[in-house]
């Protein structure tokens, strides 16, 4: 459901998120950088998930990014006006269904990670700000660097990702498009149907 060029540029970008446990005291760049260096020391010492051993690619993707989603504002956000429409039973297996998904796109993301290097952009922050931006940019071996952004906004003395920005183009309005067009058409159950059909469907590969 992910447009090519799209999906491209997320499985180049999106190995590069966020760690569980992250310290109160530190800026939303520091958190990038720490845990962006955390998940790629794992890839570079673990042959296991050089070689693609799917287990333990999703057990990183599980354990060091997706927890630091705030993924209820993710899923507000994707469906628009339609999470409001939503039962609490169809909210419940959208999120299931949407965050597998996203499960699944980051571990092949981090499937594909082939020596690339991050540069970060100097972050400005005002004091008191509850939303912030990181900018950085990829540097590929013998490719062109792709700029990511990650949008987070602070929970507590927590800050967590809502949207990620490859080269212009939102994670969160990408898929937004693409659910809209299939609740306009088929529905909010036919969307989540599908969603699922795609998440068993890959498991059983």
Do not use: H
């Not at 039973?89 to 269904?97: L, V």
């Not at 490859?166 to 989540?192: A, M």
């Not at 795609?198 to 498991?203: D, L």
């Amino acid at each position: 459901m992910i447009k090519n060029k799209f999906k491209q540029l997320l499985l180049a970008g999106t190995m590069l998120c966020f760690t569980v446990g992250a310290l109160a005291a530190e800026s939303p760049d520091e958190l990038v950088k720490r845990t962006a260096d955390d998940v790629l020391t794992i890839i570079k010492n673990d042959k296991d998930i050089q070689a693609g051993n799917q287990t333990k690619i999703f057990a990183l993707a599980e354990e060091k990014i997706l927890p630091n989603f705030n993924f209820d504002r993710v899923s507000r956000l994707v469906l628009g006006k339609n999470w409001t429409k939503a039962t609490p039973d169809q909210k419940a297996a959208f999120q299931t269904e949407f965050r597998t998904l996203l499960l699944r796109t980051y571990a092949t993301a981090l499937s594909k990670y082939k020596n690339q290097t991050i540069e970060y952009k100097p972050l400005r922050l005002v004091d008191g700000a509850n939303t912030a931006d990181v900018k950085t940019t990829i540097l590929q071996p013998g490719g062109q660097p792709i700029a990511v952004d990650y949008a987070l906004e602070k929970q507590s003395d927590t800050w967590k990702v809502y949207d990620i920005v490859i080269e212009g183009v939102s994670l969160v309005t990408n898929y937004r498009g693409q659910f809209t067009q299939e609740i306009r058409q088929n529905g909010l159950d036919s969307l989540i149907k599908k969603l699922a059909d795609k998440n068993t469907a890959a498991k059983a590969k």
